[in-house]
Structure formats: structure tokens, C-alpha cells
Antibody
Framework: QVQLVQSGAEVKKPGASVKVSCTAS????????LHWVRQAPGQGLEWMGV????????RYAQKFQGRVTVTRDTSTSTVYAELSSLTSEDTAVYYC????????????????WGQGTLVTVSS | QSALTQPRSVSGSPGQSVTISCTGT?????????VSWYQQHPGKAPKLMIY???KRPSGVPDRFSGSKSGNTASLTISGLQAEDEADYYC??????????FGTGTKVTVL
């Protein structure tokens, strides 16, 4: 069965960086896009970016351009999202989510989600 | 990248129907048939309920249905049940902008 397992909660100081991981299993890792979506406390969902694990190509939301980097390690079926120059507004739960349908077309939705990783930014 | 507009809350009694709207622009909702809906219970990850405007994934009850007209998509829950009480988010593919989510709607079962 498809599973996305994320790394544990993080506490960071303003100005620091954080790197969250998402390990996939139960399907061909390189065959499906993986996205990152975040949710600030009491707020809505916000799309951050996507990676094609097969080619390592990425696309980011304009809001996060220059501050987020998504990478992958095919040997461990893991994708990473690193966010730099953290502020208190980056305090949120970060989710990875799979896009069904397979590369390159994709199905433009998110069928499986990780359990979420809480990142707290506080001095 | 503005969020899609949803009502903050809707409510209904068990057995009734509720409809949640999701308004965007011709660059997202109106431009693509790639609108999806997600259910989120407190402290849980979102769950896909509707994709491609009106398709249901396997295992989602047929009480959930979706539609779209112009720049507005809608999710209808018929025969409301207690377990449907949750937050619901729409999402649209937006081309070069990637994806945009709605503001979210809290569904309360009275």
C-alpha cells in the first residue's frame, strides 16, 4: 500500500533553515510527482512546490521562489523540502502529497498524503 | 497567488444536503477541469474526496458530488452524516502558477 512517512517535528530560530523529509513506499518512487503543501495554525492549505523524482526537476510557487529547495534521493525513495530564512510566519504543518496518474502528465490532484511535520519558528 | 474563495462555514442537520462553493478566476477554476476537494478532520492530513471536478475516488461515498460552472466549483454533501463534520478545501490547477487552494469551509452537522 502507498505510504508517505515524514520526519519529526522541528523547532528553529528565526533566520535558520529547516529540512523536512518524506519517505515513500508501496509504489514506483520515480513514477509520480511529489508535492509539498503547508498549513499554518488555524489556517488553510498552501501549495509550495513539486518535484519529479525521476528527473529531479522542480517547480515552486512564486511566493517561495529562492527560499525553498526540493530534492530527492532515489536510493531511499525520499524527498526533502528545505526552507531557508525562517520567520514566525513559517510556523506550520508541512505535508508531502503524491500526485496520481504518473509522470509526465500527472492527474492534477493529491491522492496520498504524509502525516505532516510541525515546524515551529520561535526565538 | 490569491486563494480561491470559499464560505467560512456551512451547516445542516443529519440527512440534509449542504453545498460549498469555490470561486476562482479564468486562470484557475475556469480554465481547467482539474478541481479537487479535500476533507480534513482536526489534526489529520487532508483526504481526497473529489477530483477532476466531479469524479470520486474509490471508497468515497456517493453522497459527495462535485460540479463546476464558469469560475465557480461546488461540492455537495447529500444525506449529511455526523462523520462529515470537518473542514473542506477546494484546489485548482493553475497552469504556470502551479496549484491554488481554497480558503476552507467548516461543515457543522447540527
Amino acid at each position: 500500500q502507498v505510504q508517505l512517512v515524514q520526519s519529526g517535528a522541528e523547532v528553529k530560530k528565526p533566520g535558520a533553515s529547516v529540512k523536512v523529509s518524506c519517505t515513500a513506499s508501496g509504489y514506483t518512487f520515480t513514477g509520480y510527482y511529489l508535492h509539498w503543501v503547508r498549513q499554518a495554525p488555524g489556517q488553510g492549505l498552501e501549495w509550495m512546490g513539486v518535484i519529479n523524482p525521476g528527473e529531479s526537476s522542480t517547480r515552486y510557487a512564486q511566493k517561495f521562489q529562492g527560499r525553498v529547495t526540493v530534492t530527492r534521493d532515489t536510493s531511499t525513495s525520499t524527498v526533502y523540502a528545505e526552507l531557508s530564512s525562517l520567520t514566525s510566519e513559517d510556523t506550520a504543518v508541512y505535508y508531502c502529497a503524491r500526485e496520481p496518474g504518473g509522470v509526465p502528465a500527472g492527474d492534477k490532484n493529491f491522492d496520498y498524503w504524509g502525516q505532516g511535520t510541525l515546524v515551529t519558528v520561535s526565538s | 497567488q490569491s486563494a480561491l474563495t470559499q464560505p467560512r462555514s456551512v451547516s445542516g442537520s443529519p440527512g440534509q444536503s449542504v453545498t460549498i462553493s469555490c470561486t476562482g478566476t479564468s486562470s484557475d477554476v475556469g480554465g481547467y477541469n482539474s478541481v479537487s476537494w479535500y476533507q480534513q478532520h482536526p489534526g489529520k492530513a487532508p483526504k481526497l474526496m473529489i477530483y477532476d471536478v466531479s469524479k470520486r475516488p474509490s471508497g468515497v461515498p456517493d453522497r459527495f458530488s462535485g460540479s463546476k460552472s464558469g469560475n465557480t466549483a461546488s461540492l455537495t454533501i447529500s444525506g449529511l452524516q455526523a462523520e462529515d463534520e470537518a473542514d473542506y478545501y477546494c484546489c485548482s490547477y493553475a497552469g504556470s502558477r502551479g496549484y491554488v487552494f481554497g480558503t476552507g469551509t467548516k461543515v457543522t452537522v447540527l
